[in-house]
């Protein structure tokens, strides 16, 4: 599955993707289009529901477990560890909740200066102590500076793999290991890597994951994941309760004996259809080559960088392969209108800030869209 010559030819692979039609499309740390796959997987759910609902309910828990299954496997966790929820932010409010409830005198949280709101405010809203860690001059972020912040009052390190907006990547491999041997929880939102990076939650343990569905993994909105190791699921767990959190799932109403799981967290029947179009988009990447996606997606990133440099363009993203993924961000006096001029033009990408222009290319997209662009500058 893994191997380069045997997967479709990119071009192929494009035409899975029938937005691009209408566009030059280069905001997958956005929103990305749908494959037809995944559509198509949402359409016979629908179709389900709609000429005989009884086989749609009798099978809810079935088609439930095999999209859990499907996701561990992508990043190499147990089912048991798999939790659906519909957004990161949902997910950051339940973690904030328990690890409250964890260690009251523990009120610290590390994380990054240039993080998405959804990695910071839940933990604000608990009344969390934010340390934040500055980025050095080229964006990314020192492993020794993060370390430096742990006080006793640490509850966690919660920061993203990639930054949603200069694109720099995170070691997480040192993270982890430092992290473990401080016994200090790490929280990754993954969003801006999954789907473009493998990720291996047993070589590279993590407290908890979240991924949101509608940007790399390619799958709409309505669907993230939640993982949550062993280590986490403390006695305090599950910070939020529906009946479905019950380890003997029936109509009792009081409240006794709980899932000690991750999917204990789901509460209830969540909606099946934006995670059957997740479970789709993940086997269309699995049949590509995870690997191969990475391989694609940094040659299309190196190559506008590359690009860019030749027009003299101010790229805040960090150069090093090493330290970037499918994000490339440029700094422009005039990107707000320069962003509204290549919307006019049938080419999409996104201004964050008042003066940057953030470019993110997956694997469906080719040299000519990036020459698109480039011509443009």
């Given at each position: 599955m893994n191997n380069f010559k045997k997967i479709?030819?990119?071009?192929?692979?494009?035409?899975?993707?029938p937005s691009l039609k209408q566009n030059i499309y280069l905001n997958a740390a956005g929103m990305t289009p749908m494959a037809t796959a995944s559509y198509n997987a949402g359409?016979?759910?629908?179709?389900q529901m709609h000429e005989n609902v009884r086989a749609f309910a009798t099978s809810y828990v079935?088609?439930?477990?095999?999209?859990?299954?499907?996701?561990?496997?992508?990043y190499h966790a147990d089912p048991s560890d798999i939790a659906f929820i519909n957004t990161t932010s949902l997910g950051m409010n339940i973690l904030a909740l328990q690890l409250k409830k964890d260690a009251e005198d523990k009120n610290e949280i590390i994380t990054l200066q240039d993080e998405f709101p959804s990695s910071t405010f839940a933990w604000q809203r608990q009344g969390f102590a934010m340390r934040f860690v500055e980025p050095n001059v080229d964006n990314t972020y020192n492993i020794d500076a993060i370390l430096a912040k742990i006080t006793e009052k640490t509850s966690a390190v919660v920061v993203s793999y990639v930054q949603f907006g200069t694109g720099a990547r995170l070691n997480i491999e040192s993270l982890s290991y430092e992290l473990k041997v401080r016994g200090i929880p790490f929280i990754l939102n993954a969003t801006q890597a999954a789907?473009?990076?493998?990720?291996?939650?047993?070589?590279?343990?993590?407290s908890a994951m979240l991924v949101s569905g509608n940007k790399w993994l390619m799958s709409g909105t309505g669907a993230a994941i939640l993982y949550l190791s062993p280590e986490m699921r403390t006695s305090n767990f599950p910070s939020i309760v529906g009946w479905l959190s019950a380890k003997n799932i029936g109509f009792d109403n009081r409240l006794n004996e709980l899932n000690p799981n991750a999917p204990s967290l789901e509460v209830g029947l969540y909606s099946l259809l934006p995670v059957m179009c997740l479970q789709a988009s993940i086997e269309f990447i699995q049949s590509i080559g995870i690997a191969n996606v990475y391989d694609r997606v940094t040659d299309l990133s190196s190559y506008l960088i590359t690009q860019l440099q030749k027009k003299g363009a101010n790229i805040i993203t960090p150069l090093a392969v090493?330290?970037?993924?499918?994000?490339?961000?440029?700094v422009r006096p005039d990107a707000?209108?320069?962003?509204?001029?290549?919307?006019e033009k049938g080419i999409i990408a996104v201004l964050r800030g008042e003066d940057m222009v953030r470019i993110s290319p997956h694997f469906y997209n080719n040299y000519e869209d990036i020459d698109a662009l480039i011509e443009l500058w």
């Open positions: 479709s030819k990119w071009q192929a692979i494009r035409d899975c993707y359409q016979a759910m629908l179709q079935e088609k439930s477990n095999i999209a859990r299954a499907v996701v561990a496997d992508f789907g473009v990076i493998p990720i291996d939650v047993k070589k590279t343990p993590v090493e330290n970037r993924a499918g994000i490339v961000a440029v707000k209108t320069w962003v509204a001029m290549l919307e």
